[in-house]
């Protein structure tokens, strides 16, 4: 699996090893069940703190998307689905841009639920 960071871009760092992730199930080449790389093995190979990677991670298994277990390392869980990760992908750049644009959390969920009752 490929992980991908940039340094100059504004979205935290453990959030892009998330968006990689997320990126991997949505194209299918990380499956339900597929164990991924140990977080020092990543944050040594992309030049980050270990606490990076477990923070993209953590990310992930509140997401329902990895499960993360002392000793066995992060599991793709079977909710895992590429739909879902194309979602949860869509919605952190949603986010992103409204932190850019200075919303704070109410607004986005008042904009989210606005575009609801217009839909």
């Known amino acids: 699996m490929l992980f991908r960071v940039d340094h100059a871009s504004p979205v935290p760092l453990g959030d892009q090893i998330a968006a990689s992730v ?9 499956q339900p069940g597929e164990r991924l790389p140990a977080a020092r093995t990543v944050a040594e190979s992309l030049g980050v703190n270990v606490h990076t990677v477990l923070r993209g991670y953590q990310r992930l298994k509140d997401e329902g998307l990895i499960d993360l277990r002392r000793g066995r390392g992060a599991v793709v869980t079977g909710h895992a689905s590429p739909a879902r990760a194309r979602l949860t992908e869509h919605v952190g750049r949603l986010v992103n841009e409204a932190r850019t644009l200075g919303l704070n959390d109410e607004e986005v969920v008042a904009l989210v639920r606005s575009g609801l009752a217009t839909g």
């Open 22 to 30: 997320r990126g991997a199930l949505a194209d299918g080449s990380v």
